[in-house]
């Protein structure tokens, strides 16, 4: 089955800095990647997603990349603010899974200091 | 868009109980998923179902659990004879009846065994 890792696990910018989030994934043949911000205590929020029929996707200050040769993707947050602070997951499905079940990395928690 | 919701939002029992949850999805989505989440991972992949099908399930899925959807619309899921290790978020989500669609998932139930 899938297996998807994620780093790093913590990460702390200063407001305003970039930020970075990159997941590998082991099926080649997955083919959709969301990306999930869960605050605490919150539901899982799909901010993002890529297909693989695509290289990158932008929507005002996130942007995600996909390398299908490399079987990586990343997250790139600029201009961050103290409300991006969350937990932050990526995920992949697709491919072989028919019923498009997600397979999660196992987090990045976000702190971006004021 | 009313969103997925989910019942109970906190469940506290005792080990060896039975206790149940309830997922109303989006309305017009086919797909609805259930996910468990522990502290600090990220989701992991339950059950999945198609209308009223039950298409596939986990290996985390233990005899003791068991999910339906009746008509196709909202769905429960039962575990029974709760163990500490059940203690979890309870995650559904839902989407539309086509690949690759976004899942949107709901508030979950946190479920805590004495």
């Known amino acids: 089955g899938e297996n998807v890792e994620q780093h790093p696990s913590t990460l702390s910018v200063q407001e305003g800095d970039s930020a970075v989030i990159k997941c590998t994934y082991s099926?080649?043949?997955?083919?959709?990647f969301p990306w999930y911000k869960q605050e605490l205590g919150k539901r899982p929020q799909l901010i993002i997603d890529?297909?693989?029929?695509?290289g990158e996707k932008k929507d005002q200050r996130i942007a995600v990349t996909l390398n299908k040769t490399a079987k990586h993707f990343s997250l790139h947050i600029t201009e961050t603010q103290p409300e991006d602070s969350a937990v932050y997951f990526c995920?992949?499905?697709?491919?072989?899974?028919?019923?498009?079940?997600?397979?999660f990395g196992g987090g990045t928690r976000l702190m971006v200091k004021p | 868009d009313t969103g997925v919701s989910q019942n109970p939002r906190h469940k506290i029992t005792k080990r060896g109980q039975n206790v149940t949850f309830r997922c109303d999805p989006i309305?017009?989505?086919?797909?609805l998923y259930w996910y468990r989440q522990t502290l600090g991972q990220g989701p992991e992949f339950l059950t999945y179902?198609?209308?009223?099908?039950?298409?596939?399930k986990s290996r985390l899925l233990s005899d003791r659990f068991s999910a339906e959807r009746p008509k196709g619309s909202f769905s429960t899921l039962e575990i029974q004879r709760t163990e500490q290790g059940d203690s979890a978020m309870y995650l559904c989500?839902?989407?539309?009846?086509?690949?690759?669609?976004?899942?949107?998932f709901g508030d979950g139930t946190r479920l805590s065994i004495l």
């Open positions: 989500a839902s989407s539309r009846d086509r690949s690759n669609q976004p899942q949107h």
């Open positions: 099926d080649s043949a997955s083919n959709y």
């Open positions: 890529i297909r693989s029929n695509v």
């Open positions: 995920a992949a499905s697709g491919g072989n899974n028919a019923g498009n079940m997600l397979t």
């Open positions: 309305s017009e989505h086919n797909r």
């Open positions: 179902f198609q209308n009223e099908a039950q298409l596939e």
